[in-house]
């Protein structure tokens, strides 16, 4: 819930601040700060999943021997 609401007022702050500094340009820029959103955010979850994994492969290694 608190990932959320910072993901909410992040987008609504920087849309706002953006707004007011480029105006007219701020369409040329939009697809680059969606991408930085979505590449920002889905870093945790590869980590996550790489940090799993590895465990997962240790504890089979050393059930293994």
């Known amino acids: ?3 959320a609401i910072i ?8 849309g706002y601040f953006l707004g007011r500094k480029f105006e007219k340009e701020i ?5 680059y700060i969606i991408i930085g959103f979505i590449v920002v955010t889905t ?18 290694d050393i059930t293994k021997d």
Request: proline share 3%; aromatic share 8%.
């Open 43 to 60: 870093i945790p979850l590869i980590i996550t999943f790489v940090k799993k994994k590895v465990v997962k492969n240790n504890s089979e």
């Open 27 to 31: 369409n040329d820029y939009l697809l």
């Open 7 to 14: 993901w909410i007022a992040s987008l609504t702050l920087l």
């Open 1 to 3: 819930i608190v990932g």
